[in-house]
């Protein structure tokens, strides 16, 4: 371990000090940053985790609620309304609660791309329900 020379406050002789207490310093100091920042998101962290699982939750309801009707394109558009709407409810936390620019954007994106495909599905529902009503 080297030493550096430096004077005491004291009494101004020269002493001998290890480098190592200014970097156990700086150490303690960045530990200290880390547990602050950490413990200001930790709010944020919880909140996002809870609206996840209770928005998994709805979409796994609504999924297993949807009509099957054996058949494949009924069925598979009956599903995935729900799933969709899932993913935009994610994206609402993402924006919510996210920073990263390029999460954000995604999230963005997942509005409007997973709003119009519910729509295309629902509007086929309905058409597909008509021609067999008649």
């Not at 004077?7 to 002789?13: I, L, T, W």
């Not at 919510?96 to 954000?104: A, E, I, L, Q, S």
């Not at 295309?120 to 008509?130: G, I, N, P, S």
Request: hydrophobic share 40%; net charge neutral; no cysteine.
């Amino acid at each position: 371990m080297k030493a550096t020379e430096g004077r005491s406050k004291y009494d101004g002789a020269t002493t001998k000090r290890p480098r190592s207490d200014a970097m156990k310093t700086i150490a303690v100091i960045g530990g200290l940053l880390v547990l602050t920042a950490a413990a200001q998101n930790a709010p944020h962290e919880d909140s996002f985790r809870k609206e996840m699982h209770a928005t998994m939750q709805v979409m796994d309801r609504g999924m297993t609620a949807a009509p099957m009707l054996g058949d494949v394109d009924h069925d598979f558009a009956a599903m995935m309304i729900p799933h969709h709407q899932g993913a935009i409810d994610m994206a609402k936390s993402e924006l919510k609660y996210g920073t990263d620019p390029v999460m954000r954007r995604l999230a963005q994106e997942i509005l409007v791309d997973q709003q119009s495909e519910i729509v295309a599905m629902q509007l086929w529902l309905d058409k597909r329900a008509a021609r067999r009503e008649k």
